[in-house]
């Protein structure tokens, strides 16, 4: 199981596993984001926006989530025993709700994840700096119909070399964003479906796109990052390369 979960990370740019976050654990952590919203589930006249964004949170439900032997055994295998650091909250809610209006937030992307000094918009660079893998964890049902988050898959393959050239640096999201575009056209389209509690790990590099919500339920979902204990290398001595490693090196051609 490990080798296939592997074999579809390197392949696809990501593994979703079942389940990974008990069922009663996702109902808690959904009626939290209930609250901080401020919404009533039994009351669509209170979903005012198509859009809430909610920061970290770290309520003993979402540390719980994050920290599921699930979770833990795939971010060792993904990223390296050791190589990861651990996490006590969940941040970067996008709760989308059915809404005519449609949120300016589409666009096809990679998320940046550090901020140089005097800088507008967050960057990324080839060593993934400040980020080992996205996460999408879902707290609702999602359907096709729920809004559920694009992924051009195998994608993480093509940004490795539009990021090498940016060096060190990195590049912001902003400007890359259609060079992604374009160098991602032809991959095939997946969806961030699923129950509450199943959680999608992502390479850092994965082009995805959120999409408006024409659907009848909420969609819940965070989407944090999971911060590297140690910065990635794609120059090992001992060949020891995480799974994450090996897919920058392939997109490079190593």
């Known amino acids: 199981m490990d080798d296939e979960l592997v074999r579809r990370f390197l392949t696809d740019g990501f593994v979703k596993l079942d389940g990974a976050v008990p069922a009663a654990v996702a109902e808690d ?21 198509p859009v809430v964004r909610l920061g970290d949170m770290a309520q003993e439900p979402f540390d719980t989530a ?8 795939a971010f060792d295998l993904l990223v390296g025993e050791g190589r990861w650091a651990p996490r006590h909250s969940l941040g970067g809610f996008p709760l989308r709700f059915p809404h005519p209006e449609e949120p300016d937030d589409s666009g096809w992307h990679i998320e940046g994840s550090y901020l140089p000094q005097g800088a507008t918009w967050y960057h ?7 980020r080992a893998l996205l996460m999408l964890f879902l707290f609702s049902e999602v359907t096709e119909s729920d809004a559920p988050t694009r ?3 195998g994608s ?13 640096a990195g590049a912001s999201i902003l400007e890359i964003a259609p060079k992604l575009v374009e160098a991602t056209d032809h991959r095939p389209l ?6 509450p509690g199943d959680v999608y790990l992502c390479h850092p590099f994965l082009v995805h796109a959120a999409q408006p919500h024409h659907g009848t339920r909420p969609r819940f979902m965070a ?19 995480s799974p994450v490693e090996r897919a920058i090196r392939r997109g490079l051609g190593l």
Do not use: F
């Not at 994050?66 to 055994?73: D, F, I, T």
């Open 156 to 168: 993480h393959l093509d940004v490795p070399p539009l990021l090498e050239q940016y060096g060190e």
């Open 223 to 241: 989407q944090p990052p999971l911060y590297p204990a140690v910065p990635y290398e794609l120059e090992r001595a001992d060949g020891a390369y």
């Open 124 to 130: 990324a660079n080839l060593h993934s700096r400040d």
């Open 190 to 195: 997946a969806y961030a479906t699923g129950r």
């Open 66 to 73: 994050v920290n599921s032997p699930a979770l833990h055994e």
């Open 29 to 49: 952590c959904a009626r939290l984001l209930w609250r901080e919203a401020g919404y009533d589930p039994d009351d669509r006249g209170t979903w005012k926006d």
């Open 151 to 153: 992924i051009r898959v």
